[in-house]
């Protein structure tokens, strides 16, 4: 069968793709359509076509698949915060097990590594310990309301439909985020549409209102709500948060990140403390964690904690060995490892995470902990120390290749990598192939209904 852009056909799907999307084969070519499911025969139109694959759109389910169950929400098939709802959770940790396999294997050309079964998240709903909503002064509207005359696109607080930046879905109820997000959600976006203050424009950039996120503690059972806005407006948004802290007391801290950047990134040009806190407090297992609006954390607690087990047992610390953790961010790593190390360096490029790591470093009466800023390369060869583990726990991107040359300079004994992105993650351990043997690879599902997946490799020596 000839495979033509804007054609349409009628596919049976076999598998589903790194990335979320059914994969269909027509002779062996690679067809991906999102929003499909192994065993949905779906009528289908060609969007893209590339000499090695193509796209499709997804028309209709012609027959469903057996596999497919009822999601958890009405959003789902049309928000962006979890695509695989309709996919059983057993079946969802049997997928996420694949990618990392088929990852090492087709990616880092490493087809020898056994890769362990996925370890579960505690829960598959409100796990979420933080939540960014964007405004819009036009909402996006849900087909039902389409066919509704009487509804108006007006103002609209939730998240986009995938691949656009200016679509909003009103979002009622998130079943990720704890319940209290959800009455806190709701609050705010009666206050925003009282108010007669407009929302963002994300077409002009004219506008007020631009975020809501939400965080909150597990342990302290304690919420932060983060109100982004073009710039100030005290008179405003002072008795409002006052009014937030009165109606819902495990809010301790209400901030005002102001930015008139055009960029639809929810971090300010600056900070305001409004009412309460300028923080949250968490706790992994038995240390405490400062978590302001802007800071970095995992945003599944509970399956941090699973994680950080999973490195520690790697790492099999003695108490007399130093540790390097590159790419430590607020420094959770290093201050999970360090009552079983000696000493643990961490470098970090952003600075105000360095910040952070240290006052998380005091908080937790910690003094064998030492935080650099810098970029990873240029830092790495400054230590001067002998480097018994290596911990690598870098972004999606992975590591840059001169980071992978000073790694196989220092030479450590062992490394544990840490990696949110399959894909990286095979890349990089073919590249340190050379002084290293990957021993295991232990995935942790921190992100239920959606394709993403972290991992823990253990790396041995063999210079």
Not at 90 to 105: I, N, R, T
Not at 119 to 140: D, H, L, P, Q, Y
Not at 359 to 373: E, G, M, V
Not at 400 to 405: A, F, G, L, N, R
Request: hydrophobic fraction near 40%.
């Amino acid at each position: 069968m000839g495979i033509k852009k804007r054609k349409t056909i009628e596919l049976e799907i076999s598998d589903l793709a790194f990335g979320g999307k059914g994969l269909a084969k027509i002779d062996g070519f690679p067809v991906f359509v999102d929003h499909t499911l192994p065993g949905d025969r779906a009528l289908v139109r060609i969007v893209k076509k590339k000499k090695s694959y193509a796209e499709g759109k997804l028309i209709n389910i012609v027959e469903p698949s057996s596999l497919r169950q009822k999601p958890l929400c009405k959003y789902s098939g049309y928000c962006g915060g979890c695509r695989w709802q309709e996919l059983p959770y057993e079946m969802q940790l049997q997928f996420k097990k694949k990618h990392v396999e088929d990852s090492l294997a087709h990616i880092g050309l490493l087809r020898d590594i056994p890769v362990k079964d996925v370890i579960a998240s505690e829960k598959i709903t409100g796990f979420r310990n933080k939540m960014e909503f964007s405004c819009s002064n036009r909402r996006w509207l849900m087909p039902e309301e389409l066919e509704n005359p009487e509804v108006i696109k007006d103002f609209g607080l939730g998240l986009h439909v995938p691949g656009t930046f200016d679509k909003v879905i009103d979002i009622e109820f998130c079943s990720i985020q704890p319940e209290t997000g959800n009455e806190i959600l709701s609050e705010v976006r009666n206050f925003i549409k009282k108010s007669g203050v407009p929302g963002y424009d994300l077409r002009s950039h004219e506008g007020f209102w631009r975020f809501v996120m939400l965080k909150n503690s597990s342990a302290f059972n304690t919420w932060m709500v983060n109100i982004v806005t073009k710039k100030e407006n005290d008179e405003l948004l002072i008795p409002f948060a006052e009014h937030l802290m009165e109606k819902f007391p495990v809010i301790k801290s209400v901030v005002n990140n102001i930015t008139a950047r055009k960029s639809g990134v929810a971090t300010g040009e600056y900070e305001k403390r409004l009412a309460g806190d300028s923080f949250i407090r968490e706790q992994l297992g038995n240390f405490t964690f400062e978590i302001s609006a802007n800071s970095f954390f995992q945003t599944n607690t509970a399956g941090a904690e699973k994680l950080y087990s999973v490195v520690s047992r790697y790492a099999e610390l003695k108490g007399d060995e130093t540790v390097f953790d590159l790419y430590s961010g607020t420094g959770t790593i290093p201050i999970w490892l360090s009552r079983d190390a000696y000493e643990v360096y961490g470098i970090e490029i952003v600075e105000s995470a360095v910040i952070d790591a240290k006052k998380n470093a005091q908080l937790n009466s910690i003094d064998n902990c030492r935080f650099s800023t810098g970029d990873i390369k240029d830092v790495l060869p400054e230590l001067n120390k002998k480097c018994d583990l290596m911990i690598i726990d870098p972004p999606r991107v992975g590591m840059h290749k001169d980071v992978v040359k000073q790694v196989l300079k220092i030479r450590p004994e062992k490394i544990v990598y840490v990696s949110c992105n399959p894909a990286t993650l095979a890349r990089d351990l073919g590249m340190l192939k050379s002084g290293y043997k990957a021993l295991e690879v232990q995935p942790v599902d921190m992100f239920p209904h959606s394709f993403h997946i972290e991992s823990v490799a253990v790396l041995k020596a063999n210079f």
